[in-house]
């Protein structure tokens, strides 16, 4: 077993309320619970020593693996190839749609042999809270339960288990058509023990879990050029979202490196305001509109909190349930993913000024009220004195769209997206007659618009870049046609596409800025930011270049993982990198999908 596998040898399984990851060799090395920011109950990611797993797969080191779902799922299947034998393991979680929160999550795992004879190994070792919390073992005739002061695992299973200190193994053979099984169900303390399984049973339940996730696919109306990928990349945004709320965490994970052996380690299983509103364009434009309407409530109710109050009216990300309180802290017991330390859990980034969240947020509640997404009077009453508030609040730096931890500056994005805060604004209360503060809100928008093209512009460059003042070119202006700041073939907006080529781009991929022109306050590197590349995509294409869109996005899918999942970043010699997999790169996957179908689709008519 590889201690520390490549970030991207990793397939996601998920209930939609917290998630795993399991390798291609059969490890589950990530889980936490019950939701996705909990305390960690297997993290060998970040600690193989540590923090915990999960093994079920053939006993031979010489077996060649092969992961892979089944179409339009997320039952993941991992295959063992050896001279000896053919065994696959088949992983679920039984996805839960209610609204209610629940402590009980359970792990579905069965093992089969496909040809010859296959023995399977089984390691379970559990590390709750981190691995900061110790544990009992208590062996029962159907398994194993590990019993902690915050939660107990149940570890039921078809073969025989052993002790292994405070851990539990076995091993099975098996021959052609034979089958055994395991179940990992954890609960609060005091929770009722779950029946034992048998393999006939959890063999029922996987086919369940594999037809919710076909059933739910079957109403997407994508029917484009790439639907392969824009239907994983729709489970996997569904896998990424938490039921009971509608709220998007940005990755399954906290703590793999934007850079191996780096301190670039943050904890992303929060939800940015950002990421969630951007979602809801990619969301309707599959045609999943209770999604996007759960996730505009969200953020309605996020709005309201703070309404009339004396500070920021938005926080830049909170947890699913919308509590705001996200305290940061080092995991310094952790050696981190390949010795990438700090290990980080909660995200201090939280109190952070990022003034774009705003417009992001009316463009998320404006795209909602396409399809009849429509606020209440209170909600409207709280947007309403929330862009009062900006309008006298707006013009200030801040730390951007990017977190960078060197300063506030006047970023070009920020006051793009605060443009966009007020035009959306303005659209709603005419559109749907709202009371609202116009001429305070038409004065700030064109305020901002004559201040971004006068301080915003390089004529060194000939374009819109990162801060005022500056010459550093930033991949978050790519934005700007989506939300219609400039048109798409304006020769502003072409001159400044030219200089995200010049700047930015290597063999089509887009790095999100310069770190060496533009110190970001820390130390390291990064690779290119896949988000930022189908940015890239989605402006081209709008811009007409599409030729060089369907060939950079194309390109970019030859840097999907196995299972066609992206990472956040693209290291220098093509590996992934960063957390995983990230909600962010696929939304924007679909959104450069769509556009560049529509644009080929006009091309081809004409």
């Keep these: ?26 490890v589950i090395n990530w889980f936490a619970a019950p939701r996705f920011d909990s305390p960690s109950i297997f993290a060998a990611l970040l600690d193989h020593d540590r923090g915990g797993y999960f093994l079920f797969a053939p006993d031979d080191a010489k077996s060649v693996c092969k992961q892979l779902y089944f179409p339009d799922t997320a039952v993941l299947v991992t295959r063992f190839m050896s001279p000896e034998g053919v065994g696959e393991i088949i992983d679920c979680m039984p996805p839960d749609q209610g609204l209610t929160p629940t402590d009980r999550h359970t792990l579905v795992r069965i093992v089969r042999c496909v040809r010859g004879t296959v023995r399977f190994a089984l390691e379970c070792r559990p590390r709750f809270d ?39 193994r076995g091993e099975v053979t098996l021959n052609a058509g034979g089958s055994a099984a395991a179940e990992f169900t954890v609960c609060d303390p005091d929770g009722e023990r779950p029946p034992p399984p048998t393999v006939e049973g959890l063999t029922e339940q996987l086919f369940a879990v594999g037809n919710f996730w076909q059933d739910w696919l079957h109403h997407s109306r994508y029917r484009g050029r790439w639907l392969e990928m824009v239907n994983r990349s729709a489970i996997t945004l569904k896998l990424l979202t938490y039921a009971p709320t509608g709220a998007p965490v940005a990755a399954a994970t906290m703590g793999l490196p934007e850079q191996i052996g780096g301190e670039r380690n943050w904890d992303y299983r929060y939800t940015w305001v950002r990421d969630g509103s951007l979602s809801v364009r990619a969301l309707l434009d599959l045609g999943f509109v209770d999604e996007a309407a759960l996730f505009t409530r969200w953020l309605g109710d996020r709005m309201r909190d703070r309404a009339g109050s004396a500070g920021e009216r938005l926080q830049i990300m909170y947890r699913v349930d919308g509590d705001p309180d996200i305290p940061e802290e080092i995991l310094d017991h952790f050696d981190g993913y390949r010795g990438s330390s700090p290990v980080r859990a909660g995200n201090a980034a939280m109190d952070q000024l990022q003034l774009d969240i705003y417009g992001e947020a ?16 209170h909600g409207w009453k709280g947007l309403a004195s929330t862009l009062d508030w900006l309008a006298e609040s707006w013009d200030r730096p801040d730390e951007g769209i990017w977190e960078t931890r060197g300063g506030r500056k006047d970023f070009t ?10 035009d959306r604004g303005l659209r709603l209360a005419q559109e749907f007659s709202r009371p609202a503060n116009t001429a305070l809100w038409t004065s700030a ?65 887009v790095y999100r800025y310069d770190p060496t022109a533009s110190p ?57 990198l960063g957390n995983f997999p990230q909600a962010f790169t696929h939304l924007s ?8 179908d529509e644009a080929l689709d006009r091309a081809q008519s004409r």
């Design 1 to 26: 077993m590889d201690r520390y596998p490549p970030i991207a040898d990793h397939g996601l399984i998920g209930d939609l309320q917290t998630a795993a990851l399991v390798s291609s060799q059969g």
């Design 130 to 168: 981190y691995g900061r919390a110790k544990h009992d073992l208590e062996l029962r005739p159907e398994g194993a339960a590990f019993r902690a002061p915050k939660q107990t695992g149940y570890l039921w299973a078809t073969i025989p288990l052993e002790r292994d200190g405070l851990d539990v």
């Design 362 to 377: 009316l463009y998320a509640l404006a795209e909602g009220q396409e399809v009849g997404v429509q606020t209440g009077y």
């Design 413 to 422: 994005y920020s006051r793009v997206m605060c443009w966009v805060a007020f």
């Design 445 to 509: 928008r064109d305020t901002i618009l004559d201040q971004v093209m006068e301080r915003g512009w390089s004529d060194k460059e000939q374009a819109l870049v990162q801060h005022y003042g500056g010459d550093v070119m930033d991949a978050s202006l790519l934005l700007i046609p989506r939300v219609r700041f400039l048109a798409a073939k304006s020769p502003g907006w072409l001159s400044t596409l030219d200089a995200v080529d010049r700047k930015l781009v290597s063999d089509s991929l």
């Design 520 to 576: 970001d306050g820390l130390r390291g590197s990064e690779g290119t930011f896949s988000l930022c590349t189908f940015l890239y995509v989605d402006a081209l294409a709008k811009a007409g270049r599409i030729p060089q869109a369907r060939y950079a996005f194309e390109k970019m899918h030859t840097y999907a993982n196995h299972v066609g999942l992206f990472a956040e970043e693209i290291g220098p010699s093509g590996e992934q």
């Design 589 to 596: 996957l679909i959104m450069a999908a769509t556009t560049l």
